[in-house]
Each structure stands twice: as C-alpha cells, then as structure tokens.
C-alpha cells in the first residue's frame, strides 16, 4: 500500500460509500462518515479527529467527535453490510483455491496514556511484544486470494473492568460500558465473532487459524468443532497429545476389580518432542507466499495424532510444525482437525494466513489510523474501528486485479 494507492482510491469512494449511508442515519451522519472514511485515507499524517474535520469535512470538529462517539448507528449494521461485500466481491476469487476463503482471528494492542478509555489496563501489547498500558481489540478478518476484510471486531475488557462495586460501576458508565457486559477471556470473544458470523449466513468460512493463545483454548476448539469449520491454529511447544489411539492404550483387564476404561498415558507426548523424533524425510520446504523481500519459505512436517482435549481423550488431528530456514530455526506447532486426505500443503497455507492479516494490521495502523482512536467510550471505539474496517476494504476492490492473487 502507497500514498499514491491511498489518494487514487479516495477518489471514488462516492459510490461505495451509497451502499453503507442509509446504515448510518440521517443525512448529516452520513456526511460524517463519508468524511471520515476519507480523512482516513488522505490525510497525510495525523488520522486524528481535528486534521479530518479540518481538512476533509467542513471544519466542525465538535460535530465529527460526537458522530464517532456517541451517535446511535450501529456498528453491527455496517459489519453485515461489509461481510455482504466481502460475499460479493471477494470469496468467489477463492472458488479456485485449496484453501478457500479463510477466516483469521486475531488481536491488536493500541497504546493509551490516561486510564480512562473504555478497556484500557495494563496488559499485553502484541504490537510493542510487551506489557503496556493500552486497550486491546479482538478481531476476526476474512482472506481471499485477492484481498481481506474485518469481518467482526470487539473491544475485550479486562477483569478490572468488570468487578463488583459503585467505583467499577462509575468508571463504566463513563465510558458507555452496558451493565449486560461481563468479562470473557479473548478465546471466548473470538468464539462468539466466529458465531456470530456463521449464524448471520452472509460468509462462508472454509477455515480458521489463529495464533496460541486461542489454538491452546479447549473451548474454542470445541466451538468450532460444532460449527464444523475446520481449523489450524498455533499451540505452545508444551501441549501434549496421544501418539497413539487412546483406545489402544486401555489396559487389559487382568480378570479382578473394576474393567479398566480409561487409557494410560504412556504415549502422550509435548508437540515439542513429536517434532523433535520427525526423520528428515518428514520435512518439506514450500513457499507459502510473496514476502516484502522476496518469496518466503518454511519447512513443514505433518503427523497424525489424538488430542488431549480437558484433560481427556480428544479427536484425532494432525500436528503440523512449521521451521524457518535460518542455521537455529524458529520452530512452530499447530494443530488441525482436517480430514485425514488433507495435503500438507494446505495445512501449511492456512497456517500461514495470519502473516497476511498481521502484515493488514501493520498498513492499518501505519496508514489508516488505526490506532489513532480519540474516543473514550466502548461505543467510539468499535465506531472508530468499523471506519477502519470500510477504508482498506475499499482501498483493496478499487485496486484489485482479478487476475492477480495475493497468495503464490
């Protein structure tokens, strides 16, 4: 993405803009957010309120904080109306693909200095890689051969935000935050945007990925388990898993007391020491795509296994590990409820898929604004980031050439 693709696709934005208007309101709120899907694209430095009232609407600043913060359209309106675009215009591009189209979750940190922001604590921020005084978003992006789009988002509030007591309830009230909203891990708020998404019926998911802090999440592996959606998501080098059919390894009953039903877990090993026992023959180097600098290459292994799934005996799924090429590689593990038939190499483009997103969220907050949020409240920020989500979507069918994919 350049300055001069940013500038190019502003200038017909009128257009796509009608399809998403009448989701906003009156007219004057419509005004507000075409001028603010524009401010995002054009201006050229600070995505801020001010600059984009200033230099793309007609200067009333008050005006343009009050549409981004308090005013009634729903976000939940455009994102339908966006997953309908992605339907149209992008998921037929991945008729001809192996891996389809792809639904990717994952998080983004964004840097706060006050703490009164709707969710900002103390907490990891993926984008510095440290802890950080910031709030957190979780995200679900859909990725075609020829373009991706935010499907759903939702701003996760730490537990401090959610205790019992009047200073909770006034820090929340604040910030717009309803008294129906509780807690939930981020597993469980990409649970719910995956969902969502499957019971709105607009976008058909053929996978999944996501990094490990949601791969290593029983609950969500369930979720999507009777979603039926496959899935590759990353898990910790310390998960276990069955080598072996867990029935195989019941014990014999030895004809007194209680007939064993339950298997031992003498073939239940960490995904870090399966890879480690892999042959050289297990590997094979494959491309999974084009890189900034050039083609970008991992080697990869697959292997069947069985789940440890709560403590108990899960499904059997493939272990697939991932290693850079560098002369100490970076090793990573995933696993995967694909049928047995599925070829290594879609296993490892679908795993592959978050760097795409990550590379989106990167562009994002670096041309587009993204982490410029002014608002405080709950409502403003998923406000702020559906803006976010039309602009780059835009940007994407302005530039696309059908015959080109992004994938190699």
């Not at 007939?259 to 023959?281: D, E, K």
Request: aromatic letters at 6%; a negative charge; one cysteine or more.
């Amino acid at each position: 993405m350049t300055e001069d693709d940013v500038r190019a696709a502003a200038e017909r934005l009128v257009q796509f803009h009608e399809r998403f208007a009448p989701l906003f309101g009156k007219e004057r709120a419509q005004d507000h957010a075409s001028t603010s899907i524009n401010g995002l694209m054009v201006c050229p430095e600070r995505k801020s309120l001010e600059p984009i009232a200033l230099n793309v609407g007609d200067g009333q600043v008050s005006a343009l904080q009050k549409f981004l913060n308090v005013a009634p359209w729903d976000h939940d309106d455009i994102q339908a109306e966006l997953q309908a675009v992605f339907a149209d215009e992008l998921v037929p591009t991945a008729a001809g693909s192996p891996i389809g189209a792809v639904g990717v979750v994952d998080e983004s940190g964004f840097a706060k200095k006050g703490e009164h922001s709707a969710g900002v604590a103390r907490q990891h921020n993926g984008r510095l890689g440290k802890e950080d005084n910031c709030q957190v978003g979780v995200f679900l992006v859909g990725v075609t051969p020829d373009g991706a789009a935010l499907l759903d988002h939702q701003l996760s509030l730490p537990e401090s935000w959610c205790q019992a007591g009047q200073a909770a309830a006034e820090r929340r009230q604040k910030v717009h935050i309803p008294e129906t909203v509780a807690f939930r891990t981020k597993p469980q708020i990409a649970a719910g945007l995956i969902r969502q998404t499957v019971a709105l019926g607009v976008v058909t998911l053929d996978g999944i990925t996501a990094d490990e802090e949601y791969g290593t999440n029983g609950g969500s592996l369930d979720e999507m388990e009777q979603l039926e959606l496959r899935y590759v998501v990353e898990v910790a080098v310390t998960t276990t898993v069955w080598t072996a059919d867990p029935a195989s390894c019941v014990p014999p009953y030895g004809g007194r007391g209680r007939v064993p039903t339950r298997p031992t877990r003498a073939a239940v090993a960490a995904v870090a020491a399966v890879a480690s026992g892999l042959g050289r023959q297990a590997w094979r180097t494959l491309q999974v795509r084009q890189g900034a600098k050039g083609p970008l290459a991992f080697e990869f292994a697959a292997v069947r296994v069985w789940a440890v799934r709560h403590g108990a005996a899960g499904p059997p799924i493939w272990l697939l590990v991932r290693r850079s090429l560098e002369p100490v590689p970076e090793v990573k593990s995933y696993v995967s409820n694909a049928d047995a038939a599925t070829p290594l190499e879609v296993l490892a483009e679908v795993a592959c898929t978050r760097h795409e997103v990550e590379d989106d969220f990167e562009d994002a907050q670096s041309y587009l604004g993204m982490a410029q949020d002014e608002t405080r409240s709950r409502v403003g920020w998923h406000h702020h980031m559906s803006l976010i989500a039309l602009a780059p979507l835009f940007i994407t069918l302005t530039r696309r050439d059908p015959g080109k994919r992004r994938r190699s």
